[in-house]
Every structure is written in C-alpha cells, then in structure tokens.
C-alpha cells in the first residue's frame, strides 16, 4: 500500500491526538492545530484508545474527509475519551496506562459488483476498512480489526453488520451500501512513548 504520511506526519499526529485529550480532560481546553500542509488538507480520521493490557477504552472518528486533517484529529481524539456512548469517559489518571493509536483514512468508496457474493472477494484483510450503509443504519470498521480479530472476509462483514445494528447477513441485501477505504496508522508503543507505524500483513 503506497505510503501518503510520512513516520514524522504520525508522531505529530499522534502525539497532537494525545495532547488534545490532556488538555480536554485537564482544563476543558480545545487545543488549535499549529501545523499547515497535510494537516490543512480535509482527511478522514479515527482516534482509537486503549489500555495497556489491550482492551479498548474509546474509539470515535470521521469517515470522510470533512475537517482539515489537523481538526479532525483533535475532534476525534477528544470524542473518543469523552463521547464515546460505549465506555465512561476517560479521566486524567486513566492516561499514564493508555495508548493512542491514530488511523488517517483515505476516502470511503462505494464497492460495485455484479454478484454480492463476490463482495467478500473483493475485500482484502489487512489493506481495507470497511462501511456497510442502509437506510438510517451504518457500521465501520477499521482495516487493523480484522487483522487483530483474525477475521476473514465474510466474518469482518458480518461483524460490521452488525455494528451497524442490523442482521449479521445485511450485508448481501442490495439495498445495503459497502464502501471500502485504506489507513495508514500510527501508535505509541507505551503511554507517551515513541510512535510508530502499524504495518498489518495483508492477505492477498
């Protein structure tokens, strides 16, 4: 998969994402985005934390490039330690035993087949996120989950299916939209810790 960040484009944003929730939690404060070129550009983001043991504690995002990249790294993160309906929101405690973990996304576009059963064939695990879309329903998930459930295909789209509150199978109803998109991720190895690029094996 071509490379659009560089590993110094990460640690900005990652460390920019940290930086943002501290202040948050800390003073209610909203940090502004210092830097320009990629990070005026509008861009697709996730904010993904978790603990240090590896369970999730918050992931929230912006699937299509709707604010400049550096925005929606600060809105992301933030709404994934405060806003995210699944967990309480995190304190300042809690950061000294979580990771950051920053996805820049390409932008989603819509998968056309002639047969929905090639649909999982044309998902490669590893290189693609996907989003399944019908009526006022949507599930994402991003390309590093299947990878890290050792999912394939079929089970990563019913898996989204059913994120979106719908039936495990709702993905070969044609009237459900799947889009598929890239990221490149960025983590911290520890809690304030050097960041570095996540590189998943791609299924081929």
């Known amino acids: 998969m071509s ?8 640690e900005i944003a990652t ?26 550009e509008k861009r697709g983001v996730f904010t993904t934390l978790t603990t240090v043991s590896g369970e999730l504690r918050g992931c929230i995002g912006f699937p299509e490039p709707v604010y400049p990249l550096g925005e929606a790294i600060i809105r992301s993160a933030i709404a994934a330690a405060v806003n995210d309906p699944r967990f309480p929101p995190v304190t300042k405690g809690e950061m000294d ?24 064939k044309s998902i490669v695990i ?37 994120k979106a509150g719908m039936e495990p199978d709702c993905w070969e109803d ?7 998109f890239t990221a490149e991720i960025f983590h911290e190895v520890e809690p304030r810790g050097p ?6 094996k791609v299924e081929k």
Do not use: H
């Open 126 to 162: 590893g290189r693609d996120g996907i989003i399944v879309e019908r009526g006022g329903y949507s599930g994402l998930l991003l390309p590093q989950v299947a990878v890290e459930e050792k999912m394939e295909a079929t089970e990563f789209l019913k898996s989204a299916c059913w």
């Open 97 to 120: 035993n979580i990771i950051v973990e920053v996805s820049l996304l390409t932008k989603p576009v819509l998968l056309n087949v002639k047969n929905r059963e090639d649909i999982q």
């Open 15 to 40: 460390k920019m994402a940290r930086r943002a929730i501290e202040e948050y939690i800390d003073i209610k404060l909203v940090i502004k985005n210092s830097y320009g070129g990629k990070f005026v």
């Open 3 to 10: 490379q659009e960040y560089t590993d110094e484009d990460g």
């Open 195 to 200: 960041v570095f690029r996540k590189i998943l």
């Open 174 to 180: 044609p009237e459900t939209s799947i889009y598929t």
